[in-house]
């Protein structure tokens, strides 16, 4: 895989400011924006929708935007974003009744599609579908929250994802979403992963900069 890619998630950031939020981490050194839309259905919390993106891409934001769903149903919320301006979309398997038809959705919008696996979902979800998908997120802990601790057990499943991205020959990325640090992140990507969310260990750092480069630094060695 080419490069590796730090996506800090907006949802530590202070939303009174986003704009200016979401300029200082891409202009720290972010390569794309990871925007967490929360549902209080599928996961117990609330967070932002499609209006919200769009009035990052009126503000100006170039760069990927890249939407993980953490909504039930999903195929609605796919269309919206879309139109909004999202680049990425990835959505929970277990959350769509069609998981082919709602990556087709994505891939008819437009928008490059995604799998999102819950520390206890099964890879099995990739079967019949890694055709169709740009990226595969890991989640290292439960989503919902950000602030939350690494599971130890995804270790295990990047390798046996990367495993299947390797056995399928083909480019899809792998991301990890979730307790990714400075400290960590080495270990992430030695396991399989090449786009990294981060979302506290960024927005609750005094210098955005310094914390983007010291896990550029991590991920050089
Ligand atoms: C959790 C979200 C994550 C979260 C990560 O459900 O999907 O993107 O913001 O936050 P940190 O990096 O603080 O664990
Ligand atoms: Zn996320």
């Known amino acids: 895989m080419s490069s590796f890619l730090i996506a800090p998630s907006i949802l530590s950031a202070n939303f009174a400011r986003l704009g200016e939020e979401v300029d200082a981490v891409l202009s720290a050194g972010a390569d794309i924006v990871h925007f967490d839309v929360m549902d209080n259905h599928y996961v117990p919390n609330l967070t932002i929708g499609p209006m ?7 503000y100006g934001v170039t760069a990927p935007i890249d939407v993980h769903l953490m909504v039930k149903p999903v195929d609605e919320m796919i269309t919206q974003f879309a139109e909004a301006g999202a680049s990425y979309i990835s959505f929970h398997p277990e959350a769509s009744e069609h998981v082919d038809r709602s990556l087709q959705l994505i891939i008819d919008a437009g928008c ?44 295990d499943k990047l390798r046996q994802v990367k495993q299947r991205v390797t056995d399928s020959g083909k480019n899809i990325r792998i991301e990890i979403d979730g307790g990714v640090k400075v400290d960590n992140i080495r270990a992430v990507a030695e396991a399989g992963a090449d786009m990294f969310v981060a979302g506290s260990a960024i927005f609750n750092a005094p210098d955005y900069q310094q914390v983007i480069n010291d896990m550029r630094e991590e991920l050089r060695q």
Do not use: E, W
Request: net charge positive; with cysteine.
């Open 52 to 58: 919200v993106c769009k009035a990052l891409r009126d």
């Open 112 to 155: 490059k599609p995604g799998l999102v696996f819950n520390p206890a979902t099964p890879l099995h979800y990739l079967d019949h579908v890694m055709d169709k998908l740009h990226h595969i997120l890991i989640m290292s802990v439960n989503p919902g929250f950000g602030g939350q601790q690494f599971l130890p057990s995804t270790y």
